[in-house]
């Protein structure tokens, strides 16, 4: 059974730092493009970032450019997302989620088939 799992959220003052993790299991996980989502109350699930089989490939949407930085481990089936110099507009469900394939960049819910729990971010003022 696919079982994807975060970690890492937590509360944070603005300006801060986090790393976000995503453990996979029940897949090959370097079949799988890999993807982190967030959702802010009362707004849709946004995809910020994707990366590709092997972590050659990385995409950010203009928000997190810069700020945000995408990584995989194949041997230990594990995503990163290192967050910096978060705003209180970054507080957010942040979701991973894993795709066979698609038309990169990944950044669309229907796309993935597996997805974890969530975890939560809080970027305090």
Do not use: H
Not at 101 to 119: H, R, V
């Amino acid at each position: 059974q696919v079982q994807v799992m975060e970690s890492g959220g937590g509360l944070v003052q603005a300006g801060g730092s986090l790393r976000l993790s995503c453990t996979a299991s029940g897949l090959t996980f370097e079949d799988y493009i890999m993807g982190w989502f967030r959702q802010a109350p009362g707004e849709e699930r946004e995809g910020m970032s994707c990366i590709d089989w092997s972590g050659v490939s990385t995409y950010y949407i203009d928000s997190v450019k810069g700020r945000f930085t995408i990584s995989r481990d194949n041997a230990k089936n594990t995503l990163y997302l290192e967050m910096n110099s978060l705003k209180p507009e970054d507080t957010a469900m942040y979701y991973c989620a894993a795709a066979r394939g698609g038309s990169w960049p990944l950044i669309n819910e229907a796309d993935f088939a597996y997805w974890g729990p969530g975890t939560q971010v809080t970027v305090s003022s």
